[in-house]
């Protein structure tokens, strides 16, 4: 059996990338395929030429490397590591855990003889802190777990016969890499559960310093409770005082940042379509993997619609836009997608729209609608899986996810 998921696009960008002087970031949740992903660039490197002594790799969860946390230590020793007469890759994994770390990697990359890689697993990552402390020379991928294409391309080449349909339900219960090893609901609730406690306790309840672990997790549970509507920091609070907990509006805010910034949820703001504008009030949430959510929230694990809505946003953010919640004439339409050339396409989601009345009402949103961008309506339908509706395209999510 093959263990490794080869992540083409990812390893791709940083191909792109190679042996040009700046610093190539990878982001992502933890258990991401981060590490991985560096293994595989590695291995391409040698494959290319590039000697085993021209790369140093380390991973600061290691206690190997427990002696370098101090950035002056960790620097010295890296200089003192150089090839003498080519170029070496380094990859430093999970190196938010270094005090100033941004000095390190600031004054490795002032060598030409130095090609640079780091990752991390929070947003401290994907913030304009970042841009300043990096001094702008780095280029960013920000790492999700599997896509529905890579999970299926693995099982494929791995001799599985399930059908694409039994692949979906498979994929849903989580698209986290190393579950692809797993074959039994008890292990994968284990490793969910292992791997929600580290992303709480490390990077939330330790980086935030947060007393009340209680609050925290009931407003992790409200959150993945919201999935496909919009709430505001005042919803949370009115859902919290109903179950009998008091707590300060501005520590829910923090709380919520401090949820966001460890890369287990996304907000996703409202936009709206004829201002083109960004609206600040109320916002929608998405899990980076829906497994999380149906682990905390025991009761949902039959809530496909909106499990469904998760797939395509966390989808359309792999493909590389900006996504936001659109508002037109009243009508909300599920995702506005806005592509690096500000290209804009509309998507509406529905679990099915053979009824003609949700079909009318699924369509009424995207009519609304008066530019010649594209829109689609995105269904699990297999029968009439595809349709014209005025030049609104009806699609099959599962072709869609493996285009």
Avoid at 7 to 23: A, S, T, W
Avoid at 379 to 395: P, W
Wanted: proline share 1%; hydrophobic share 40%.
């Amino acid at each position: 059996m093959n263990e490794l998921v080869i992540r083409k696009e990812y390893i791709e960008f940083l191909q792109r990338h190679q042996d040009k002087p700046v610093i190539k970031v990878v982001s992502g949740v933890r258990r991401s395929g981060k590490s991985t992903l560096f293994k595989l660039f590695q291995d391409e490197l040698i494959s290319s030429g590039v000697e085993p002594s021209q790369i140093i790799t380390m991973n600061f969860e290691d206690l190997t490397y427990q002696h370098l946390l101090e950035f002056m230590d960790l620097f010295q020793y890296l200089t003192s590591r150089l090839h003498p007469t080519k170029k070496t890759y380094i990859f430093l994994d999970e190196i938010q855990m270094i005090d100033n770390f941004e000095k390190v990697v600031d004054s490795l990359i002032l060598n030409d003889k130095v090609d640079l890689y780091i990752t991390g697993s929070n947003a401290y990552f994907l913030s304009s802190e970042l841009a300043t402390l990096l001094s702008g020379r780095y280029v960013q991928l920000n790492m999700l777990p599997l896509s529905f294409k890579e999970f299926v391309t693995w099982h494929r080449a791995n001799g599985t016969q399930q059908s694409l349909a039994e692949l979906y339900e498979l994929y849903i219960k989580t698209s986290f890499p190393y579950a692809l090893r797993i074959d039994n609901a008890m292990e994968r609730f284990e490793y969910l559960q292992g791997l929600y406690s580290t992303v709480v306790l490390n990077d939330i309840i330790k980086r935030m310093n947060i007393q009340d672990v209680s609050i925290l997790e009931r407003i992790i549970a409200v959150l993945l409770s919201s999935i496909g509507s919009l709430i505001t920091i005042n919803t949370i609070k009115n859902t919290l005082i109903s179950k009998g907990y008091k707590i300060a509006h501005q520590t829910i805010d923090r709380y919520v940042n401090g949820i966001l910034d460890s890369l287990i949820m996304y907000e996703v703001k409202r936009y709206n379509i004829k201002g083109k504008a960004l609206l600040e009030n109320q916002s929608k949430y998405y899990t980076v993997d829906t497994g999380l959510r149906q682990l905390v929230l025991r009761d949902h694990l039959e809530d496909y619609g909106h499990i469904l809505e998760n797939i395509i946003y966390l989808e359309l953010k792999r493909r590389g836009y900006e996504v936001y919640v659109g508002e037109n004439n009243q009508f909300e339409v599920d995702f506005v997608a806005i592509d690096a050339d500000n290209n804009i396409s509309y998507y509406q989601v529905a679990l099915t729209t053979l009824d003609e009345g949700t079909l009318k009402r699924e369509l009424r949103a995207l009519e609304s609608i008066d530019d010649q961008y594209p829109k689609y309506l995105l269904t699990l339908d297999q029968f009439n899986k595809t349709a014209n509706y005025n030049g609104i395209m009806k699609l099959n999510v599962i072709d869609w996810l493996l285009e």
